[in-house]
């Protein structure tokens, strides 16, 4: 049975082309900024790890930002994480990134104007056929208006995936301050400018990558529903046509 969503999600046709476009190497997304003679190219599709999700449970956040580390130091509650509505299946996933090159000139300085177009997390390799926005626990969809996406916020211009079920501890590194600077984090470095946290005891991981400003949160579903990808992308085309 062909799935059938709320149009209230669906991605409008600029949305749904760069979701589309960001994973296909070779393929133009734009030109360069005052130079309309240089396109914006993909590429490659790097993959960045894969990660561990036994929960099915995904939070597709920041993994941590000002107020919260703030309130971290202070022993104060801090906010809950942006927990999916939907679930997948328990799992081990690919983490990818879709890399473009852009050259440009700044005061007679060459830049390559190498930037991530976006990160994915592929559940399945079967086609998608319709793109929604992932609306998060607790997220009204009735509230939700015409010219706006959900998305998380980021001060540090970062996002990450992670299981769920092991947010506290996966999350712990980024949160760890003394006298108000960061202590160095026992993290793995990642290709990407990437991080990846393990929680060997729950067998669950997150992954840190690059989400400037936040990021809007993108299911991929196939034609009986299924989600097959999810993706994040900032700086795109709109939702909506």
């Known amino acids: 049975m062909k799935w059938v969503g709320d149009a209230r999600l669906a991605a409008g046709p600029e949305a749904a082309w760069y979701l589309e476009t960001a994973f296909t190497p ?15 190219v993909v590429t490659e599709i790097e993959e960045v790890t894969t990660m561990r999700i036994p929960s099915g449970r995904l939070v597709v956040d920041a993994p941590f930002d000002d107020d919260d580390v703030s309130r971290y130091e202070q022993g104060l509650p801090t906010r809950p994480p942006r927990e999916l509505a939907v679930s997948i299946p ?55 208006q015409p010219d706006k996406e959900p998305r998380f916020c980021s001060d540090a211009n970062v996002g990450c995936f992670a299981d769920a079920g092991a947010w506290t501890t996966l999350s712990a590194p980024f949160r ?50 299924d989600v097959a990808t999810i993706v994040v992308t900032s700086g795109m085309p709109g939702a909506k046509a």
């Open 176 to 225: 760890a301050f003394k006298d108000g600077s960061p202590v160095p984090r026992e993290t793995e470095r990642l290709p990407g400018w990437c991080e990846r946290v393990r929680d060997e005891s729950q067998q669950a991981d997150l992954v840190m990558f690059m989400a400037e400003s936040g990021g809007v949160v993108w299911l991929g579903r196939t034609k009986t529903g």
């Open 90 to 144: 328990p799992g081990v996933y690919r983490v990818e990134i879709a890399w473009t090159a852009g050259p440009y000139e700044f005061f007679g300085e060459h830049f390559d104007g190498v930037e991530c177009a976006a990160t994915r997390l592929c559940i399945s390799d079967d086609p998608v056929i319709v793109w929604e926005m992932g609306l998060g626990v607790g997220d009204d969809i009735e509230r939700l």
């Open 26 to 40: 070779g393929a133009h997304l734009g030109t360069v900024h005052d130079d309309p003679t240089t396109p914006i």
